[in-house]
C-alpha cells in the first residue's frame, strides 16, 4: 500500500464521520452540485455527510498554491476546466482541502461562520453530472465476462474471439445520453427477431439488462497524430465513477453484425455524481490476470504489474413491489483482463486524440463464479436460470418499475474509499 499525507489511515477530519462512511477524509471525490434547486451549480467535494463547496473557499481566495491561484475554475457547470489544470493541480487541491477538514489548516475548523457556508449537508444538495462529456467509449475488457457470453452464442470451444487476448476490444458510445445517477429511463424499441422468424418486428425490449461497469475520465492527454506512451497513461486518467452501461440484449443480437451494438446501447449510460480520485486509491493498488498466454504487445505491455485496484462492487434491484433492495451480484475491479492504462493507451494508439471530459468505461465486470457476474444476461444465463427475490418475484431481465442500484468501495483499516451509489429506474415505454 502506498501512503501520502492524504490518504494515510490515521488522518482524520475534525468532525466526527461514521467509520462505514463512502467519504472519509482520504477519498475527498470531487463533483458537481447545488446547494438547492434555485442555486448555481458548483464544484464540491463529499466529505462525510456533507459538501465542502469549493467556490466559497475559492471566492475567499484560499488556493494559493502554483497551480490554483487566481484560477477561476470551482464555481462552473462542470469540472472541466479544473480538469485541463492537470494531474498536479487535482493534487494541490486534494493537499489543501484536505489540510482544511483534518484541521492543521486550522481556518475552517476555527470559523464557525465560513464552516455554515463552506459545509452544505449532503441531504439538502442536488448532484449533477459532474464532466461535461466529449465522447464515450465502452470496452469488453473482463475475461470472465466475454467467455460467457460467447459460450452463451458461438459454443464454449469459440468463446472467446481470435483477437480477443490481444487488444482491449471497444466501441464508440453516445455521450449525449450519458447520465447522472438518480435519472430513469424508458423501456427502448426497437427492431427484434425472434429465433423462429424470418424476418424482424419493431416493439419495445424484452431483454432489458443493466451492466456493472467502472469509467474513468481522462484530462487532455495527447494531440492529434500523437500516441500515449505505457509510462504516462496513468497522468491522465483524473478520476474513477461507477457505470451502469443500460443494455437491450434483443435489439443487440439482431442489430451487432457486422459493427457491434449500436441502439441497444445508446438510450442511456448512468454514472455515479462523485469522481474518486487517483490519489484516494493508491492504496488499494494490486495486480490484474496474468497476461502472459499470449504475451501483449510490447505498447500494452504494463510498467507496473499493480495496474489495478481492488474495488468491491455490488448490484442490488427493487421492484415496485419489494419492501428493500435485494443484492443480486458481488463482483470486484481487479477481475478486469485489460486495465484502465492499457484502455487509454490502445485508444490512442491510432493517433486518436484523448480530450479533457472523454468517458471510458470498462464494460461488464463478472468474477468466476455466478454470484460475482455482471449482468442479468450472466446471472440468469439467457433466461434459462430466474433469480428469485425473497418476496417470491423473479427475474430472467429488467421489468418496468424495478430499480437498479450500484455501489463499491475499497477497503482499508479503519475506513473505507466508497463511490457512493448509481442509481437508475426503468420506466415503460415512452409515450409517443
Request: hydrophobic fraction near 35%; charged fraction near 25%; glycine fraction near 8%.
Amino acid at each position: 500500500m502506498k501512503f501520502d499525507s492524504t490518504n494515510d489511515p490515521s488522518l482524520t477530519a475534525f468532525f466526527d464521520i461514521p467509520a462505514d462512511s463512502h467519504f472519509p477524509i482520504q477519498n475527498l471525490p470531487f463533483g458537481i452540485f447545488r446547494p438547492g434547486l434555485k442555486r448555481a451549480p458548483r464544484a464540491g467535494v463529499a466529505i462525510g455527510e456533507y459538501v465542502l463547496d469549493l467556490s466559497v473557499l475559492q471566492d475567499l481566495k484560499f488556493f494559493e498554491g502554483p497551480r490554483l491561484i487566481n484560477q477561476d475554475v470551482f464555481n462552473r457547470r462542470y469540472l472541466n476546466p479544473f480538469m485541463d489544470l492537470g494531474k498536479e493541480a487535482r493534487i494541490e487541491a486534494r493537499q489543501y482541502i484536505s489540510d482544511l477538514l483534518s484541521g492543521k489548516n486550522p481556518l475552517l475548523k476555527d470559523d464557525e461562520s465560513l464552516r455554515k457556508r463552506a459545509l452544505v449537508p449532503m441531504h439538502e444538495v442536488v448532484l449533477e453530472l459532474p464532466v461535461e462529456i466529449g465522447d464515450y467509449t465502452d470496452f469488453y475488457s473482463s475475461r470472465e465476462h466475454a467467455t460467457n457470453v460467447g459460450t452463451m452464442f458461438r459454443g464454449k470451444d469459440n468463446a472467446l474471439q481470435p483477437n480477443w487476448l490481444h487488444i482491449p476490444v471497444g466501441y464508440h458510445g453516445r455521450s449525449s445520453s450519458v447520465v447522472i445517477s438518480g435519472t430513469n429511463l424508458n423501456r427502448p424499441m426497437g427492431q427484434t427477431i425472434a429465433p423462429d422468424a424470418d424476418s424482424p418486428t419493431f416493439g419495445p425490449s424484452r431483454l432489458v439488462d443493466f451492466e456493472l461497469e467502472m469509467g474513468f475520465f481522462v484530462s487532455d492527454a495527447n494531440k492529434l497524430g500523437s500516441r500515449i506512451p505505457m509510462k504516462d497513461a496513468e497522468d491522465y486518467i483524473w478520476g474513477l465513477s461507477l457505470v451502469n452501461d443500460w443494455s437491450a440484449r434483443d435489439i443487440q443480437k439482431w442489430e451487432y453484425v457486422p459493427l457491434g451494438p449500436f441502439l441497444a446501447k445508446n438510450f442511456g449510460t448512468s454514472v455515479s455524481p462523485w469522481i474518486i480520485t487517483p490519489e484516494a486509491l493508491a492504496p488499494f493498488r494490486t495486480e490484474g490476470p496474468k497476461q502472459t498466454e499470449p504475451e501483449v504487445l510490447d505498447y500494452l505491455k504494463p510498467n507496473r504489474p499493480d495496474q489495478t485496484y481492488d474495488i468491491h462492487l455490488e448490484v442490488a434491484i427493487q421492484g415496485e413491489k419489494m419492501d428493500a433492495p435485494h443484492r443480486v451480484c458481488a463482483s470486484n475491479f481487479k477481475y478486469l483482463y485489460w486495465s484502465m492504462a492499457q484502455q487509454l493507451v490502445h485508444h490512442a494508439v491510432t493517433g486518436c486524440n484523448m480530450r479533457t471530459g472523454d468517458l471510458l468505461a470498462s464494460g461488464t465486470i463478472s468474477g468466476q463464479t455466478p454470484d460475482s457476474y455482471g449482468s442479468m444476461l450472466e446471472l440468469s444465463w439467457r433466461g434459462e436460470n430466474p433469480l428469485k427475490f425473497p418476496n417470491g418475484e423473479e427475474r430472467k431481465f429488467l421489468q418496468d418499475g424495478d430499480t437498479v442500484i450500484m455501489t463499491g468501495w475499497a477497503q482499508g483499516e479503519g475506513y473505507r474509499i466508497g463511490f457512493g451509489e448509481c442509481e437508475g429506474k426503468l420506466l415503460p415505454v415512452q409515450k409517443e
